[in-house]
């Protein structure tokens, strides 16, 4: 029975332009891009020129862009590095419940190193009040930091909205937007955002590259100390060859974002309702939506299986590879953080199961995995 690969929301394959742009730097071009010679300066120009890529497609000026590992370390130098910036002992985080643990677990650490946290409720759709956001404030808040689109359920917070608030304040707006970009427009501008974090391998990049959007101005301590790459803001030789992978992904998106027929969102999107569709007709009843209805990704279709545990679901479809959303320990049911804060029945989120969808994903897979659900009725 053939694959399907329904889970481009955990990982992307590479886009063909990103490994034809990366061949170069696996073959021949080996140079530093800090050495002023001829082995050198093209890695210089690589890796200028991905920055330059990268900041176009978030509205960026080039020099508010850094390379980093990926989304992971993005996050944990935008909160740490304000912080430490900040230096005060008692400063005050505000965030979401329903923020990856890149945004959660730091937010943890600094917890432990003095600063006071508040994790404000979302409600039954995934989406904070921006005027939770504003009660919140106090004298001492150092940065906000909420996700543009949520990775499990695709719920879209209200980001404009939190911007225009953080400016009010003079306080730092970090937006988490590793599931949003390529797949939905991210501008830093309308969104008033100071720092966003960016993740590769979720836009068709490799694994192990992400950048910080870090707005002129503003002043983060360096996670990374040492000589003065990318600034003086992240030490360590530029990596070219992710770099340039990187910057290939954003052009590829930015033509994806562009486009229309067959392709870009829009079809994603009637994919996606495709299968919602279809889900419903093959298994009536039984089918509940997680997240808002239409302020969602284009490509995320996370739902429930009433009665129904998803991990044993998508081992019976045999080949579709998605993610679920719970786990069984020892008889008791764990819901995913997320889950939990939409207040998510626990025996309801046993069976809920995220499908994301891709530039790849056909008509006829969708097809195929709603026969393989409705075969499973039978």
Not at 305 to 332: M, N, Q
Request: hydrophobic share 40%; aromatic share 4%; net charge negative.
């Amino acid at each position: 029975m053939s694959t399907i690969y329904l889970d481009y929301n955990a990982s992307t394959p590479l886009d063909p332009d990103v490994i034809e742009a990366m061949r170069p730097f696996l073959e021949a071009s080996f140079g530093n891009p800090s050495s002023a010679h001829w082995a050198g300066r093209p890695a210089r120009e690589a890796v200028e020129l991905a920055r330059g890529r990268v900041a176009e497609l978030i509205g960026a000026a080039p020099a508010e862009v850094v390379f980093t590992s990926g989304g992971t370390e993005a996050s944990n130098h935008a909160l740490k590095g304000a912080w430490y910036r900040a230096g005060r002992a008692d400063g005050h985080f505000i965030t979401t419940a329903v923020e990856h643990p890149a945004t959660l677990n730091p937010l943890r650490f600094l917890e432990g190193q003095g600063a006071e946290v508040t994790v404000l409720p979302v409600d039954h759709e995934g989406r904070v009040d921006p005027n939770e956001v504003r009660r919140a404030i106090q004298d001492r808040t150092v940065l906000v930091s909420v996700m543009h689109a949520n990775n499990e359920i695709g719920t879209i917070e209200p980001i404009e909205e939190i911007g225009r608030i953080t400016r009010e304040r003079g306080i730092l707006f970090h937006v988490d937007a590793a599931q949003s970009l390529g797949k939905i427009p991210v501008d830093v501008n309308a969104m008033g955002a100071d720092l966003v974090s960016i993740a590769g391998h979720k836009l068709y990049a490799p694994k192990g590259v992400g950048a910080l959007y870090i707005r002129a101005g503003v002043e983060l301590e360096p996670l990374m100390h040492g000589a003065g790459h990318e600034s003086g803001r992240r030490a360590g030789t530029e990596n070219v060859l992710l770099a340039v992978g990187l910057g290939a992904a954003c052009a590829a998106a930015q033509r994806w974002l562009a486009s229309e027929g067959r392709s870009g969102p829009s079809a994603t999107r009637a994919l996606r309702d495709r299968l919602h569709f279809g889900l419903e007709q093959a298994l009536p009843d039984q089918i509940v939506l997680n997240g808002h209805p239409d302020l969602r990704l284009p490509n995320t279709l996370n739902v429930c299986f009433r009665g129904r545990d998803g991990a044993e679901l998508l081992a019976k479809l045999d080949g579709v590879a998605a993610s679920t959303g719970s786990a069984c320990h020892a008889g008791s049911i764990e819901l995913s953080p997320v889950l939990r804060a939409i207040g998510v029945d626990p025996e309801l989120g046993r069976g809920a199961v995220r499908f994301s969808l891709g530039r790849a994903t056909t008509a006829d897979e969708i097809d195929e995995v709603v026969a393989r659900l409705r075969a499973l009725r039978a």
